[in-house]
T-cell receptor, first 111, second 114 residues
Framework: KQEVTQIPAALSVPEGENLVLNCSFT??????LQWFRQDPGKGLTSLLL?????REQTSGRLNASLDKSSGRSTLYIAASQPGDSATYLC??????????FGTGTRLTVIP | ETGVTQSPTHLIKTRGQQVTLRCSSQ?????VSWYQQALGQGPQFIFQ???????GRGNFPPRFSGLQFPNYSSELNVNALELDDSALYLC?????????????FGPGTRLLVL
């Protein structure tokens, strides 16, 4: 069974700092990996989707990498801002047509 | 383009009752997936509907059931509610073509079972 782990569970950084969030998964037979943002009590916003054949995706200050063979992904956030404060979830999609989610990293960016 | 909407936003029920949650897909999408997110956890897959047929199910008991309508909107029904059913219920729509497409999530329905 696919298991997704995110480290750290929580992270506080001062505004302007660059940071890295980590995601690992146990079964490398994935179709893709997605990073989501979730604000408190809200739904999920897709940030980046990396297909299994890709190594990375970039959107603005966000860069996500995927190493399928080792079962790892990272989300890099450059020049963090208070508005980046949220929970970040990674999810992998397998042949079962569903997403397996990690428990998330709660990020706080301190002004 | 209309995004994914869910109703109601909040709901309080008592143990043993039944509940129906609703989801309207993003325009043009033919696939709806439902997820349960307990407090402090990541979402867990309940089931998916594609063109009105169930197309995959997670590890949830049969008292969790669903429907998808011809306009691709969907319902999640939960019978015999238990305290542990308290959670945020998320639906996500996508357009299933030759591969897996990005899922777009609604804001969720927060269910509290007392």
């Amino acid at each position: 069974k696919q298991e997704v782990t995110q480290i750290p569970a929580a992270l506080s950084v001062p505004e302007g700092e660059n940071l890295v969030l980590n995601c690992s998964f146990t079964d490398s037979a994935i179709y893709n990996l997605q990073w989501f943002r979730q604000d408190p009590g809200k739904g999920l916003t897709s940030l980046l989707l990396i297909q299994s054949s890709q190594r990375e995706q970039t959107s603005g200050r966000l860069n996500a990498s995927l190493d399928k063979s080792s079962g790892r992904s990272t989300l890099y956030i450059a020049a963090s801002q208070p508005g980046d404060s949220a929970t970040y979830l990674c999810a992998v999609q397998t042949g079962a047509n569903n997403l397996f989610f990690g428990t998330g990293t709660r990020l706080t960016v301190i002004p | 383009e209309t995004g994914v909407t869910q109703s109601p936003t909040h709901l309080i029920k008592t143990r043993g009752q039944q509940v129906t949650l609703r989801c309207s897909s993003q325009s043009g999408h033919n696939t709806v997936s439902w997820y349960q997110q307990a407090l402090g956890q990541g979402p867990q897959f309940i089931f998916q509907y594609y063109r009105e047929e169930e197309n995959g199910r997670g590890n949830f008991p049969p008292r969790f059931s669903g429907l998808q309508f011809p306009n691709y909107s969907s319902e999640l029904n939960v019978n015999a509610l238990e305290l542990d059913d308290s959670a945020l219920y998320l639906c996500a729509s996508s357009l299933a073509t030759s591969g897996w497409e990005t899922q777009y999530f609604g804001p969720g329905t927060r269910l509290l079972v007392l």
